[in-house]
């Protein structure tokens, strides 16, 4: 799906940065597409001890996405359920205020501002729905974002909308939070371990929802259109009053997976599907590996991936889509804290096997 260029777009956006205990590089390339719909958020230090990455891989317009990397979060820390140490609720009500920031007369002028200012009031009103709004869930926290009045108060949001995958590092914990098809991988002593799964219309658990909901599943897209069943906007497939946020076609509940991280563990990578379509999770890893056997610069690295997965033609479709991909190297821990690691190691070494400690063990 999408309008191809006669040639790609190849400018890439880069960046990268680290503090004491990670370093992320990142980048981010239009290539064959006609527009540039990807977004995302790298801040090292949210607050103290946390770090926040986040990748938002728009459908039918950028402004979702936009809107995502710059609020989400926010959001996530202006929770009450943050400051009480509950990360994953956090997370989870973060994802579903988005939806809520985006309606009325605020999320318009919101939108529109994050739009291309020469269309802010004519192309920007493509993608969007006009019916009066219905009533959403209560979010449980003070409205940090005050309705107003104006023309567009009974906006119910975009119809455009984008994907939203997230790694919250605290700690040594790491939370995933994820909605759509872009997907989070960690490479632990050099294996991949999917840490997120991809909203498709086929899983059973989905199919299912989108059926009680009213909708249809037609050539692996909902109602013949939108081939994820989780993301952020989309509100035509949000507009069935009877239910719950969760329960609609499409939902912007998060999966969400959160493990311990410890020194086996290499790296993390963030990445839209633009890179999955391309290359499998071991694949990348590898390639990873590979890369940084004489490659330092993290977001070097993230650029001959990108360059990696760019399709010499449109022809397959396949290597043409937007690309962004986010690299986090965790800081190993110097000589003196990993001797004394290893004596704590030695003490409790009479359990029964090591290989249930390989894997990252998670809850949902």
Not at 81 to 97: H, K, N, P, V
Not at 154 to 173: E, Q
Not at 336 to 346: F, G, I, M, Q
Request: glycine share 8%; proline share 4%.
């Amino acid at each position: 799906m999408g309008t191809y260029l006669s040639s790609p777009k190849t400018e890439k956006l880069s960046e990268e940065g680290e503090n004491d205990t990670l370093r992320y590089g990142l980048s981010s390339m239009q290539g064959w597409r006609a527009t540039m719909e990807d977004a995302h958020a790298a801040i090292l230090d949210v607050d103290d001890k946390t770090s926040f990455f986040g990748v938002y891989d728009g459908h039918g317009g950028k402004v979702v996405a936009k809107f995502c990397a710059k609020y989400l979060h926010q959001q996530v820390l202006s929770n009450q359920a943050y400051g009480a140490g509950d990360i994953e609720t956090s997370l989870q009500r973060a994802f579903f205020r988005m939806d809520d920031m985006m309606q009325g007369q605020r999320g318009w002028r919101e939108l529109a501002a994050l739009g291309d200012k020469m269309n802010k009031f004519s192309g920007m009103i493509e993608g969007f729905i006009w019916s009066p709004r219905s009533g959403g869930d209560v979010n449980n926290q003070p409205d940090n974002w005050p309705l107003e009045d104006g023309p567009h108060s009974d906006f119910t949001g975009p119809n455009c909308g984008c994907t939203a995958c997230v790694a919250l590092i605290k700690d040594k914990k790491l939370f995933v939070a994820n909605a759509g098809d872009s997907r989070c991988v960690i490479s632990r002593k050099g294996q991949a371990y999917d840490l997120s799964k991809d909203h498709k219309p086929d899983l059973e658990a989905e199919k299912e929802r989108i059926l009680n909901a009213g909708g249809f599943i037609h050539a692996g897209r909902i109602n013949g259109s939108l081939n994820l069943t989780r993301a952020i906007g989309d509100m035509e497939f949000k507009q069935n009053k009877f239910l719950s946020s969760d329960k609609q076609m499409v939902t912007a509940n998060p999966d969400i997976n959160t493990i311990d991280l410890c020194d086996d563990d290499d790296f993390l990578v963030v990445a839209c599907d633009g890179i999955w379509d391309c290359m499998t999770s071991q694949q990348l890893v590898d390639f990873i590996h590979e890369q940084l056997k004489s490659e330092t610069k993290l977001s070097t690295v993230c650029e001959k991936i990108v360059d990696r997965c760019l399709a010499p033609d449109t022809a397959s479709g396949e290597g043409c889509d937007n690309m962004t991909i986010i690299l986090i190297q965790f800081k190993k821990p110097n000589p003196s804290e990993t001797e004394a690691e290893e004596a704590k190691e030695e003490e409790v070494k009479q359990e029964p096997s090591q290989e249930a400690q390989d894997e990252p063990s998670s809850s949902s």
